[in-house]
């Protein structure tokens, strides 16, 4: 009771006796109550600030409770270390009073009737500019595909599709050059969090002048898988192979084929620049030089060199260490005819039967 009546008190200390008499006959302003939808890093930022607003007198939260999966998940620990009440997806009967949803990297779709029992709906932070990037991976792919700017929409959730939904803001973020996923992601992160804040603050208004996402301009982002860390020498450009260490180097590293055995490419440096001892002779798609001065194995792809610091052959090697071990004694035994044997092979040149064995592996 004690509590209830600070509640109450703050409440008419900050708000006012007519806002609050407005907030308790209906929920169509702040303070809301909230039910938040998440599971990784990206969603943390979001329920922190949503934590924090709960927490302080006067904010726009006025209750706040997580839905998360039951793994051992990012929004699980934050939740449970600041006791939040949590639900476990699936969701059972959903009993409390809520004003409206929260989905922020959730992964998961929504049903209709679950949708439907949040007189606003359920908004999502999502870290693209929609419909640009739709689906689970849009910061990868924003890296991946070079694009020089991105942001943040907030929109309001649909069923049976994700990222379709009407939008209710949108905020633009460069990309600064060079930048990896992780980085990138930690940005968008922080921006969508201050961008749904913003949002719940004015909800009626953003709600009344949504738009419908446009039918052009539409691209999806679909997950990573361990297929897009293949090397193909031969068709990947050094603008390219930089773009795709950036956006998965940090979860799956590249990957190439030496001597029927894969490789892991690690530390990348960027472009290299090399003088050849012999200029007459064009270096194939594949070829490896080491560069003492640097400790760096050089890598010829479809336009250049491009370097990497450390590999991964059963063990992690620097660049001296693969040279001196492996590399080195190769190419001295190498005759004419086995000039393959030397070079990094890409995946589409490896047999059925090479392809087998690496994935046995």
Known sequence: MRTAFR?????LQHCGP??????LRSSSAPPWRLLFFGSDQFAVESLKLLTSDRNSCGGIVESLEVVSLSADIPVRRFAQQNQLPLHSWPLGDLHGPFDVGVVVSFGCLLQERLINKFPHGILNVHPSLLPRWRGPAPVL??????????GVTIMQICPHRFDVGPILTQELNPVPENCTADELGATLATKGAHLLMDTLRTLTERIENKRE???TGATFAPKIHKSMSWMVWEEHTCDQIDRLYRAIGSRIPLRTIWMGSTIKLLDFVGKCHISLSDERREPVPGSVSYLKESNTLAVRCKDGWVGFKT?????????????????????K???????AEGL????????EADQMRRKSR
């Open 141 to 150: 792919h924003t890296i991946m595909h070079g694009d020089t700017m991105t």
């Open 7 to 11: 509640s109450v008190l703050c409440r």
């Open 311 to 331: 590999v991964l052959l059963k063990k992690k090697l620097t660049a001296a260490d693969f040279y001196n071990g492996y590399l080195h004694q190769t190419m």
């Open 333 to 339: 035994t190498v005759t004419p005819r086995q000039t």
């Open 213 to 215: 996402q446009s039918q």
């Open 344 to 351: 990094f092979i890409s995946s589409k040149g490896v047999t």
């Open 18 to 23: 007519l806002a609050l008499w407005r907030r």
